[in-house]
């Protein structure tokens, strides 16, 4: 079974997660309730180069986020995607609504 590393980042009008390894059914739980919590409060970054796993249960907790995120007034951004998580979010078709950066300079 994959792990889940994450990191924490505060910015100055964002909080950063730094996910590492597998976000899939075993460790969403991991991330989600303080995922959920930050997006009520901020605008968040995950940067998401390192993740090498992304299944339909971590694709389900981004989403949710985002539609929190956005009912709160606040934005998700995902930064430097590795290609597994690419590839998961391209198979949505939803690709284009989502905010998508290369460094926390864009966040705005």
């Not at 059914?25 to 995922?35: H, P, R, S």
């Not at 949710?64 to 007034?73: P, R, T, V, Y």
């Not at 690419?86 to 609504?97: C, N, Q, R, W």
């Amino acid at each position: 079974m994959e792990q889940l590393t994450i990191v924490e980042k505060a910015g100055a009008n964002y909080k950063e997660f730094i996910l590492e390894g597998a976000l899939n059914a075993y460790t969403v739980g991991e991330i989600q309730d303080n995922l959920y919590d930050s997006v009520q409060k901020n605008n968040v970054v995950l940067d998401m180069s390192k993740l090498i796993e992304l299944d339909a249960s971590g694709l389900g907790v981004l989403m949710a986020a985002f539609n929190d995120c956005e009912e709160a007034g606040h934005k998700l951004y995902f930064m430097a995607m590795s290609n597994e998580s690419e590839k998961m979010l391209a198979s949505t078709g939803f690709k284009h609504l989502f905010y998508q950066i290369t460094a926390v300079t864009e966040v705005k």
